[in-house]
C-alpha cells in the first residue's frame, strides 16, 4: 500500500525553487524552521512572533521539515555559507 503525504499550504521544492508557503510565496518552510532550530520555537510562539503565519500553514512546514529534513537542512546550510562569504 502507497500512501501519498499532502502538503496543502505548502508549495513543494522543484529543481529551481525552494519549498514555500502557497498563501505567502515569499516565506520559505526553511525560514519557519529557522525559527525553531534557532529559537526552539513552538508553531504557537512562531504565530505570535509573525502575525501573518496561520497555525495551519507553520504546521505544515514543520510537517514538511521533518519529511524532508536533508532537503532543508541543506537549504539552510547553503544559505548559512552564502551569509558567511558575504561578510568577507
Excluded at 29 to 39: G, H, N
Amino acid at each position: 500500500m502507497n500512501l501519498e503525504v499532502t502538503y496543502p499550504h505548502i508549495e513543494e521544492a522543484s529543481a529551481k525553487e525552494p519549498a514555500r508557503l502557497k498563501r505567502i510565496p515569499r516565506v520559505r518552510v526553511a525560514q519557519i524552521v529557522m525559527d525553531y532550530l534557532a529559537y526552539g520555537w513552538s508553531v504557537e510562539e512562531m504565530c505570535r512572533q509573525h502575525p501573518y503565519l496561520m497555525r495551519a500553514e507553520a504546521h505544515a512546514a514543520m510537517a514538511y521539515y521533518f519529511d524532508h529534513q536533508e532537503e532543508i537542512d541543506n537549504e539552510i546550510r547553503q544559505e548559512w555559507e552564502q551569509a558567511q562569504e558575504a561578510k568577507v
